[in-house]
């Protein structure tokens, strides 16, 4: 019977249950898109097996991995982390041997992997291009189709980069540039790799590597698995087998989905947290127009109890016909934004959105949950207070306890407030603890809803409320601040949540640009490679070495583990050769900048938070997993957007499987028009791309919350329809009351973005803070001020059209 009603009810009453619809629509669609990204990355394969032809692959570990003990009085929990490597460290001749002669073992072939770039050949989207001796060739998917194997200085390439056999190209490495003919095409391949084969007996010139990177085995017949892997991990070495002979492969040849899973978990916390927050105000706000049939329904009999099964039914049916849509949407939102993330570099080029049919329930039942959640919570005081003080509160604003409400408020701003005072910003957490610390400001805002936007409302009114029209305008926003509320509130939630996201990447970008223009000022040149991801060093040296260079600096980008209590984390870091006068300043606040193959440099906040100081030696893991004890020689302030750590060049470029040179900063002005070089600012694609994917997140929660605000405005505009029509049967004309609601609209707007602005300030204020000692509102007073007139005007015109299409003759309530 309750469901009949419930049916019945919807149906005679569809103009009423359309925001809701709406609402959870967006909801549903976009919480199923978000976990079907978030999902896909997280069961990604590592992409295809270049060793698929083979039993078993011995390399060594391509991740650090640290073991801890914690004593938990009654029992003792082991911990194991693990932290993926970029590089591959070579095997000795000694257990290349002795994988030989292991029991069960039958051929052995050496596999030598090293990044390679090809001059003026276009590479399909982010491929890795990967050399290898010819003699691993028979190993991998691919096969000769054109040509014959390489010789000395010729290489054999894959056909899809569109080479003919005969043609020359030029050839980087770590160890030089060189150019090479292609002697052979060869077929097939794995995705998100091109293959360049050269001469076996040129392999350790070209790649610089003194043995291989991984050694590819066949078992012989009748041999055990289980029993040649048993007896190859005794040799302490990797071992790869199965599915995971893909992990034995080059780490930069096979795709990475770590920072993909930050971005995509943090893509979801973004889209939900807005989701369920203006899911929930809809509701509330819906219910809250519906105190007079509810008054009216109690009067007439109806239990609380009634009510609420009623509320719940209506509301639970309005969102199921509403997630039948919304989640092939949700699909299509997957695809739109996976696409779009490709196209910046954020995720492999590989990754494909994968649809789930339990991450689509889990969306449907959430939004479900959510509304059923704000319907009972909305409904709980509405239905239990008595029938003639609900009708009282249709024309007055209620005065319930206000306790809860001030009790929920301060525990979630303690919560904000321990976020930003405690949480060390300034490091890889600040971005995200900076959006906890605005959502959990923002609930307590919404919390403490009729109290902080009464108080708002009070004094923004009187400011606003000029002439006769805002005198009642102001009048009636501060009797109805209730209805503010519900108006303001999603309002108030678009300007904080993308304020805060975009100031917070702008004032990183001003930082980290003001460190890069004091790091760079003694240099009077930057010289960067033209045709190539970086020059050799013994080609940086060269040019350093030019008569007319008074000083040089050698920069070669890299990573380094550093154990962090037990979790291994990897830093940005670079290798530094200095030569002459000073052409780089890092900033140093402590020590001297004299970096040796036994030393290291590290940022302020590295050496805050680790407690180092110069004389210490700590251990560092090098990009292919050698372990390095170095010492402390100084600390330096000038390290965004160039690395936490400062190593020397040459023992960066001997570990690292690129190795090569990313600038060279001059003293001087030399010729070098014999070097494959340019001059230039260069630099900062990478940073860049991570800007646009942040602005592509703040993009798709702005378009969420933008068509929020006007579902919310156009229901509390809707619900006025019998007030209206009793103001024009007082007398007041069309004109009269669309200046009142424009007054009143503006009003509105201007309450949401002073709290916008109070939230954003706190927390983009104590963000900047942490980054560099400076208070800042916001970095870019264009984007910012053009944020706080893009909401202002969304709000005005969302309250503006509801209300024009309400207050016409035909859409009036006959009033008898």
Request: proline content about 4%; charged content about 15%; overall charge neutral.
């Amino acid at each position: 019977m309750m469901v009949k009603l419930a049916v019945t009810s919807v149906r005679r009453r569809i103009g009423a249950f359309v925001g809701t619809f709406l609402t959870a629509f967006l909801a549903v669609a976009l919480i199923s898109g978000s976990g079907l990204l978030l999902y896909s990355v997280l069961t990604a394969g590592p992409g295809g097996d270049r060793f698929a032809g083979v039993d078993v692959v011995v390399a060594a570990e391509r991740s650090v991995e640290l073991t801890t003990e914690v004593d938990k009085g009654d029992k003792v929990k082991v911990k194991t982390k693990t932290e993926r490597l970029i590089g591959a460290a070579v095997l000795s001749r000694e257990v290349v041997g002795l994988v030989a002669a292991a029991p069960g073992v039958g051929e052995v072939v050496e596999d030598v992997a090293f990044p390679v770039a090809l001059a003026g050949v276009r590479v399909p989207e982010r491929a890795a291009v990967v050399g290898h001796g010819w003699v691993s060739a028979p190993l991998t998917p691919y096969v000769l189709r054109e040509g014959v194997a390489p010789a000395d200085g010729e290489v054999v390439v894959g056909a899809e980069l569109g080479l003919v056999v005969g043609q020359k190209v030029g050839m980087t490495t770590k160890t030089g540039t060189r150019e090479v003919r292609v002697s052979g095409l060869v077929d097939g391949g794995v995705p998100g790799q091109v293959a360049v084969f050269v001469a076996d007996r040129q392999v350790a010139e070209w790649s610089g590597l003194g043995g291989p990177t991984a050694v590819a085995v066949r078992l012989v017949a009748g041999a055990e698995l289980g029993d040649v892997v048993g007896a190859l991990e005794e040799l302490g070495v990797g071992v790869f087998s199965g599915a995971d002979k893909v992990d034995g492969d080059l780490p930069g040849a096979v795709p990475d989905y770590i920072g993909a899973i930050s971005i995509f978990g943090f893509v979801l916390g973004i889209t939900g947290f807005a989701a369920v927050f203006v899911l929930t105000g809809t509701v509330s706000l819906a219910v809250r127009q519906r105190l007079r049939e509810l008054a009216l329904l109690r009067t007439a009999g109806a239990t609380p109890r009634q009510l609420r099964r009623l509320l719940g039914t209506e509301i639970a049916l309005v969102t199921v016909v509403a997630t039948v849509p919304a989640l092939p949407v949700g699909v299509v939102v997957a695809q739109v934004v996976a696409g779009r993330f490709r196209e910046l570099g954020a995720v492999p080029a590989q990754f494909e959105v994968a649809v789930n049919v339990l991450v689509l329930l889990a969306a449907a039942v959430v939004g479900l949950v959510v509304t059923l959640v704000a319907t009972s919570v909305a409904a709980r005081r509405a239905v239990r207070i008595s029938p003639t003080q609900a009708l009282r509160e249709t024309v007055t604003a209620g005065r319930g306890s206000r306790v809860p409400r001030v009790v929920a408020a301060v525990v979630l701003a303690a919560g904000a407030v321990a976020v930003l005072a405690l949480v060390p910003l300034g490091g890889p957490l600040g971005m995200g603890m900076g959006f906890v610390s605005c959502a959990l400001l923002l609930c307590a805002v919404a919390a403490l809803g009729p109290v902080v936007v009464g108080a708002v409302t009070a004094v923004v009114s009187r400011a606003v409320g000029l002439g006769v029209v805002g005198r009642v305008a102001g009048a009636m926003t501060r009797v109805e601040s209730r209805r503010v509320v519900g108006v303001a509130i999603p309002l108030t939630l678009m300007f904080a949540i993308n304020a805060t996201m975009l100031s917070n990447g702008d004032v990183l970008g001003v930082v980290t640009a003001e460190q890069e223009a004091a790091r760079t000022a003694p240099a009077t040149l930057r010289v960067a490679a033209t045709n190539a991801p970086g020059l050799p060093l013994v080609t940086a040296e060269r040019v350093a070495a030019l008569p007319e260079v008074t000083g040089s600096a050698l920069t070669v980008g890299t990573r380094v583990v550093v154990d962090q209590e037990g979790k291994p984390e990897d830093y940005p870091a670079q290798g530094l050769r200095l030569a002459g006068e000073s052409a780089l300043d890092l900033g140093v606040v402590e020590g001297e900048l004299g970096i040796s193959r036994d030393s290291v440099a590290v940022s302020g906040p590295l050496a805050e938070q680790r407690g180092w100081a110069v004389g210490d030696r700590p251990s560092f893991w090098l990009a292919d997993g050698t372990r390095v004890t170095l010492v402390v020689v100084a600390v330096f302030s000038h390290w965004r957007g160039f690395g936490d750590l400062v190593l020397d060049a040459g023992l960066v470029a001997a570990h690292d499987p690129r190795g090569l040179v990313g600038a060279v900063y001059l003293r001087g002005e030399p010729d070098l028009s014999g070097f494959p070089v340019a001059v230039g600012s260069g630099g900062g694609g990478l940073e860049e791309n991570q800007q646009a994917a942040w602005e592509l997140m703040v993009a798709v929660s702005l378009g969420f919350t933008a068509i929020a605000v006007v579902n919310t405005f156009a229901i509390a505009t809707g619900a006025r329809r019998r007030e209206f029509g009793e103001l024009r049967l007082a007398g007041a004309t069309s004109r009269q009351l669309h200046r009142l609601l424009d007054r009143e609209a503006l009003i509105t707007v201007v309450v949401a973005l002073v709290l916008g602005c109070a939230v954003s300030g706190v927390v983009v204020g104590a963000f900047s803070v942490a980054q560099d000692g400076q208070w800042r509102l916001f970095a870019d007073p264009v984007r910012y001020f053009g944020m706080v007139a893009g909401v202002g005007l969304l709000g005005l015109v969302a309250g503006a059209v509801p209300a024009r299409v309400v207050v016409r003759r035909r859409a009036l309530p006959q009033l008898g």
